[in-house]
């Protein structure tokens, strides 16, 4: 067994014990690898023990990696996770499957007007800022709903839900607080009748808040392929 074989496990363990604790099925629960800094070989090597949604934050990176494994583009899903600037959005457009990282509008219409159109509609969620720091990325919590009922209305994008990236909290209890902030705006976007399903809260340090809190994809780099 490789070792990312065996961290993979460890993972997919945590999840599992996670899901119990607050009584949810782990198949409720996806497992994102988040592979930024690691080679095209780390994540051939998570493929063949079985994982087959990335994610990557750096475009010029994850293009590369996704050139470089062309032999498995139609088993892999790639998601972008990162940092989303305009001059960037046609790269993202052409190659990746998921956008975690929806801020502004004028990001949405690019990306729905650079999506080829043989290509499955992009898969988008947006980031809300939950912490409410204002140099933070993501939208404002109060603004999320007008921003997702924009963006469900654009061509080649499909909205699937909300990602959160709080600051690291020292316990549990706080952690999984500043997730609930995001759970409830998802709520909200629900309630509006938006047809959201995916929250994507929670990475290695702090996965089982965000599964206390509602996650149904956490993102895991550093607990999988090691430390940066
Ligand atoms: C790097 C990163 C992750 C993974 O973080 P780890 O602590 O290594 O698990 C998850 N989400 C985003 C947006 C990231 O940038």
């Given at each position: 067994m490789t070792m990312i074989d065996d961290k993979l496990q460890q993972v997919r363990a945590r999840i599992v014990t996670a899901c119990a604790a607050t009584g949810r099925d782990p198949a409720s629960v996806r497992l994102l690898a988040v592979s930024k800094t690691f080679g095209p070989e780390a994540v051939r090597a998570a493929h063949a023990a079985g994982q087959t949604a990335f994610g990557e934050n750096y475009v010029q990176e994850g293009v590369a990696k996704i050139e470089a494994l062309g032999d498995l583009r139609a088993r892999i899903e790639w998601h972008c996770i990162g940092p989303l600037q305009s001059n960037k959005t046609r790269l993202v457009a052409e190659h990746f499957d998921w956008?975690?990282?929806?801020?502004?509008?004028k990001i949405a219409e690019r990306l729905a007007e650079q999506r080829p159109a043989d290509l499955a509609p992009l898969q988008v969620c947006l980031q809300v800022n939950v912490d409410?720091?204002?140099?933070?990325?993501?939208?404002?919590?109060?603004?999320?709903?007008?921003?997702?009922?924009?963006?469900?209305?654009?061509?080649r994008l499909r909205?699937?839900?909300?990602?959160?990236?709080?600051?690291?909290a020292a316990d549990f209890e706080t952690q999984r607080a500043l997730f609930l902030r995001a759970a409830a705006v998802f709520d909200q976007l629900r309630a509006a009748g938006l047809e959201v399903d995916t929250l994507s809260l929670g990475m290695s340090a702090d996965l089982e808040a965000g599964i206390a809190a509602g996650s149904t994809m956490v993102r895991v780099g550093t607990a999988i392929f090691g430390g940066r």
């Open positions: 956008v975690h990282s929806i801020d502004r509008l409410g720091g204002a140099n933070k990325s993501g939208v404002a919590a109060e603004e999320a709903l007008p921003l997702a009922r924009a963006v469900a209305a654009l061509p909205l699937r839900g909300l990602m959160a990236i709080p600051e690291p």
